[in-house]
């Protein structure tokens, strides 16, 4: 295992430093468990004050890939809209390269009528990407008899470290029934290279989804069921995804399943399940990314976790409705 992974990290420095290749960001398979990061204008969505975090560990058998986000949002009506703040962390090669970002960001609401909503969100990022040096190994490294013991002859760049603010903006609509929204992130295209230039490209983003009731909810008490279907799009580079799936819900339990396609051929098959307990504030959800493209699952595919946390409302109610979308 010690072999695959100075592999991955042989293979990352020549990424890293290579002035033809571009960085792509951090994804996570519970977008709507992770709202303000999929979409800024999801900012006081919610109303009442939310907090939500999620821990994703991508290729578990390398343990090399690992990314963490929380946001907290909120709705204010002398605003009338939604603040968040939301900070992100991504970590690759086991801290050999890492990404740091710290977000605000505001959406406005507009009821268009009785029926449709819009919002538009604005999000500002301070991004620094590190460079840890002596996580690296090189060919030259090697003894044949001895392994990584010989020093290297590969020069580390002058700057371990790469600061720089970036914006971003998205839309979102919708109604009782269906939602849908499109995002534009990395608006300025950063140059956040160590080495040379290497930009980080737009990416656009656009989901929607419905929800659909199944019968009717003949008691006040009884639980109603929902079947919502989903699906996001996104576009970075040269490289694209195509995420669909569709949610099953009845009272405090919701489960999912979901196939990602990459640029080129499939990539994953997504299980999600999640729960809302009764009477509580709290949400949890739990997904696992099984690989199905010429990668296999023998690196453990991906695990998922995620929390929400709703705190009691103390303004305001507004009176615009909420948004039924999945919440994992």
Not at 16 to 22: E, K, V
Not at 150 to 166: I, K
Not at 273 to 285: E, K, M, Q, Y
Request: net charge neutral; glycine share 8%; with cysteine.
């Amino acid at each position: 295992m010690n072999a695959v992974k100075t592999r991955i990290l042989t293979l990352a420095t020549g990424l890293i430093f290579s002035t033809l290749s571009f960085a792509q960001d951090a994804h996570f398979s519970q977008y709507y468990a992770n709202p303000i990061y999929l979409n800024p204008a999801f900012a006081g969505l919610e109303r009442c004050p939310t907090v939500h975090s999620n821990y994703r560990n991508q290729y578990p058998e390398l343990g090399v890939y690992q990314s963490y986000s929380a946001s907290y949002d909120q709705y204010v009506d002398k605003l009338n809209g939604g603040v968040a703040i939301m900070a992100l962390k991504d970590d690759a090669g086991n801290g050999a390269l890492n990404l740091t970002e710290v977000s605000g960001v505001y959406s406005y609401h507009l009821e268009v009528n009785r029926n449709f909503t819009l919002l538009s969100g604005f999000q500002a990022t301070f991004r620094q990407r590190t460079l840890d040096w002596n996580q690296f190994t090189f060919p030259d490294m090697i003894d044949p008899f001895y392994g990584f013991v010989l020093p290297t002859n590969e020069v580390a760049p002058g700057n371990n470290y790469n600061n720089h603010l970036d914006l971003s903006f998205g839309m979102l609509g919708f109604t009782e029934r269906w939602y849908i929204g499109v995002v534009g992130h990395h608006l300025t295209e950063p140059n956040e290279a160590f080495l040379s230039q290497s930009r980080l490209p737009l990416k656009l983003t656009a989901h929607a989804g419905a929800n659909i009731p199944l019968g009717r909810k003949r008691l006040h008490n009884s639980l109603q069921s929902y079947i919502v279907p989903n699906v996001v799009y996104q576009q970075q580079g040269a490289a694209s995804q195509l995420t669909a799936g569709v949610s099953f819900a009845r009272g405090p339990l919701a489960g999912g399943l979901a196939l990602r396609q990459g640029s080129f051929n499939p990539d994953a098959v997504i299980f999600i399940l999640g729960i809302t307990p009764p009477d509580l504030p709290w949400t949890f959800g739990y997904s696992y990314d099984y690989t199905i493209s010429d990668l296999t699952n023998t690196l453990g595919g991906a695990h998922e976790v995620s929390m929400g946390y709703k705190f009691p409302c103390r303004s305001r109610r507004s009176k615009l409705k909420a948004l039924k979308c999945p919440k994992f």
